[in-house]
């Protein structure tokens, strides 16, 4: 199957020629992110050459590079224009996540057939495998310098007016949060038995699921139990 690098393309030609998109893009990807050789070694180079301050366009990449040349030129007279970079970016994601999805899928085509482990253990290890393709940031080690360039764009996004934040559906919540929920946060609600703990989860749940997917688990109740609940909610 032939592998469409117009995204992986993209990214490296809208850094060389404008590199003020790498930290962005470095709080997006990795060289493991880059399906080819070429790009892989190139991005590793870029980020070494920005980690010690080295100027960064086509011909002073291209000259430090063990890349061919040709390669570069490629590159550039496939890119309409550097401004989409980031979407370049998230097509890169997308396209990783396919080509991830059908490794999967034919891993369990051949395990099937095979019949050499038990089906239960098939679906829990297809499970979690699929909760690794759908994490929306890869799972590594952070450098601090990469963790600041995180921290930058971060800071970018939110003068920009993005959101990082959703609301519990209680505005009083939210005041003593600081506007709701850290999208990657994690909250725990104690209290002592019987005062509503399951009630009020269920309640910001439902809230929270006016904009966003939202998954309940409980270990007390069943479907019924839970669907009772809800319903008294309203």
């Known amino acids: 199957m032939s592998v469409d690098l117009t995204a992986e393309y993209g ?39 920005a980690d010690n301050g080295d100027a960064i366009d086509p011909m002073t990449v291209s000259g430090r590079s063990s890349v061919d040349r040709a390669w570069f030129l490629d590159v550039l007279d496939r890119l309409p224009t550097a401004h989409n970079c980031m979407a370049y970016v998230s097509q890169m994601r997308r396209d990783n996540q396919y ?14 057939m095979l019949r050499q482990a038990d089906p239960a253990e098939i679906v829990g290890e297809a499970v979690s495998e699929l909760g690794r393709i759908g994490q929306s940031q890869d799972s590594r080690l952070v450098s601090d310098q990469d963790a600041m360039l995180h921290f930058m764009a971060h800071r970018e996004n939110l ?76």
């Not at 962005?24 to 190139?42: D, I, Y």
């Open 11 to 49: 990214v490296i030609g809208s850094i060389l020629l404008s590199p003020k998109y790498l930290p962005k893009v470095r709080a997006e990807l990795t060289a493991e992110s880059f399906r080819t050789e070429q790009g892989r070694a190139v991005y590793e180079l870029i980020c070494r050459m």
């Open 99 to 112: 080509a991830a999805l059908r490794t999967l899928a034919d891993t369990l085509a051949s395990r099937s």
């Open 159 to 234: 003068a920009q007016g993005e959101s990082f934040t959703v609301s519990t559906g209680f505005p009083s919540i939210d005041r003593i949060l600081g506007s709701g929920f850290i999208r990657t946060g994690l909250y725990i609600l104690g209290a002592r038995p019987g005062v509503g703990k399951t009630s009020l989860g269920l309640m910001i749940a439902d809230q929270v699921a006016r904009s966003l997917p939202v998954l309940f688990v409980s270990l007390e109740m069943d479907e019924l139990e839970i669907t009772a609940r809800r319903v008294a909610n309203v």
